[in-house]
């Protein structure tokens, strides 16, 4: 069975610090991977997305992944983050369902905390 | 281009009481979902629908009923609302089955409690 496991339920960092948030998954066949933000009081928006190819993927808003088979981790960073990046992330893989359709398996999300 | 549209934002229910959520999109995709969010359990999908007319359940069905009768529209329906569906309600498009991953775009979401 597919799950996803987010390791800090909570980051706060420093504005124009560097971080990264966790993301580990168990899988029994290749993988779609993502990360959504959601800020507050809003929907999901997605932030960058791993389908194949290059393992180094980059997203909106200056953040990254890198895709770790090996490891089952889809890690998301940022070098420098803003005031403006505080909001919920989670880490999401795809189980394709009857149908084509494509079920979202959620991790239990990260809060970013950024302060001044 | 609205995307995904969702009513209420937000809704008080007491025990028992029926509601239905409403969720449309003018993209024209095949693939339309409600999920679920609840603290510190990320997003559960209740059911989804791959057309017109055709609907399956996800993980946590239980007290919810669903209908696809056009392509636009995808409405949750709450029979007997409990305190345990007080909760935050998002529905989801994709887009067509032909191709081997479609983009879930996410609706701004329904806040509910339940008395």
């Known amino acids: 069975a597919q799950s996803v496991t987010q390791l800090d339920s909570q980051v706060p960092v420093f504005e124009e610090a560097p971080v990264e948030l966790r993301c580990n998954y168990s899988?029994?066949?290749?993988?779609?991977l993502f990360w959504y933000v959601q800020y507050p009081n809003q929907g999901l928006q997605l932030l960058l997305k791993y389908l194949s190819g290059s393992t180094l993927v980059k997203g909106i808003n200056g953040f990254e992944a890198e895709f770790n088979k090996s490891q089952t981790s889809f890690h998301l960073r940022k070098p420098s983050v803003h005031i403006s990046d505080t909001a919920e992330y989670f880490c999401?893989?795809?189980?394709?369902?009857?149908?084509?359709?494509?079920?979202?398996?959620f991790g239990a999300g990260t809060r970013l905390a950024v302060h001044p | 281009n609205a995307g995904v549209t969702q009513t209420p934002k937000f809704q008080v229910l007491k025990t028992g009481q029926s509601m239905t959520l409403q969720c449309a999109q003018d993209?024209?995709?095949?693939?339309m979902s409600w999920y679920r969010q609840d603290p510190g359990m990320g997003l559960r999908l209740i059911h989804y629908s791959v057309g017109a007319g055709i609907t399956d359940q996800g993980e946590v069905p239980n007290g919810y009923n669903v209908s696809r009768s056009t392509t636009e529209d995808f409405p949750l329906r709450l029979l007997s609302a409990a305190p345990s569906q007080t909760s935050v309600y998002f529905c989801a498009s994709s887009g067509r089955r032909q191709l081997s991953y479609n983009e879930q775009f996410f609706g701004p979401g329904t806040r509910l409690t339940v008395l």
């Open positions: 899988s029994s066949v290749s993988v779609y």
């Open positions: 999401a893989v795809s189980l394709r369902l009857s149908g084509g359709y494509n079920k979202l398996i």
């Open positions: 993209m024209n995709h095949e693939y």
